[in-house]
């Protein structure tokens, strides 16, 4: 998958400078918008999780450089995380949000005129600035009570500290939608999938990390409002 991904990123940058060669007459779009997120993060070992919602937005770029082809950036604060799952009899509950400073850059692909079908597809990186766990007492109480037990076994790395995570995160993020030209502006609303590639927590065999992957999962619908520059 790293070299899908490595591969991706040098097909959106070719497209990138394909598009400069065209006689095609450009525009640029800027915009902003938001929507919702469903949140998971794939465990190996698994860790029992119910999606978790959470909300996503900041500014974007539309650069189209030839008919039915252009290029999407975007720069977005989004809240991540999980949410665990436990048994009904007991008082278990877990939350942890994770805020992340998300950049994708994504080739656009369109079909139509004032309705358009669009598609789009790339790389983003994402910078992790914090975060918040909600944890029931009788939770805590039990992870306390087997960690006196066994001071080496691994109960709860998920629970550790945000210093222990990884800072930077990775992956592909995939939509379709549609687009709606009117005077007043662009509307695109659509439907993503985030795959991540990076490891939030430690995976290397060599440190005899506990989980060998913990990566991001996400279900997104966003929302774009964006006004033609030129």
């Known amino acids: 998958m790293k070299r899908f991904f490595l591969l991706l990123v040098l097909l959106t940058i070719y497209a990138a400078l394909h598009a400069q060669k065209q006689t095609f007459k450009d525009e640029l779009y800027l915009g902003a918008g938001g929507g919702a997120m469903f949140t998971s993060v794939d465990f190996m070992p698994t860790v029992q999780q119910m999606f978790n919602t959470g909300v ?35 008082d278990f509950s877990y939350k942890r949000t994770l805020n992340y400073i998300e950049v994708p850059f994504m080739t656009h692909v369109y079909f139509g005129n004032k309705a358009r079908f669009i598609l789009n597809a790339g790389p983003q990186i994402s910078i992790l600035i914090g975060d918040k766990q909600e944890m029931s007492q009788a939770l805590a109480d039990d992870l306390a009570t ?37 005077a007043i502006g662009d509307f695109d609303l659509e439907g993503r999938y985030y795959f991540g590639l990076g490891d939030l927590f430690n995976s290397r065999r060599s440190d005899d990390a506990y989980f060998s992957r913990s990566a991001h999962r996400l279900i997104e619908a966003k929302l774009t409002y964006y006004l033609k520059i030129h």
């Not at 974007?60 to 008919?67: C, G, T």
């Not at 001071?151 to 939608?177: C, H, K, N």
Request: no cysteine.
């Open 146 to 182: 087997r960690q006196a037990a066994d001071p080496d076994a691994p109960i709860g790395v998920q629970y550790g500290f945000t210093g222990e995570m990884s800072r930077v995160d990775y992956g592909l993020v995939g939509g379709v939608g549609m687009a709606l030209k009117t």
């Open 56 to 90: 996503y937005g900041g500014i974007a770029a539309k650069y189209i450089s030839e008919k039915h082809l252009g290029l999407v950036g975007e720069i977005n604060f989004a809240q991540r995380g999980w949410k665990e799952e436990f048994d009904p009899a007991t």
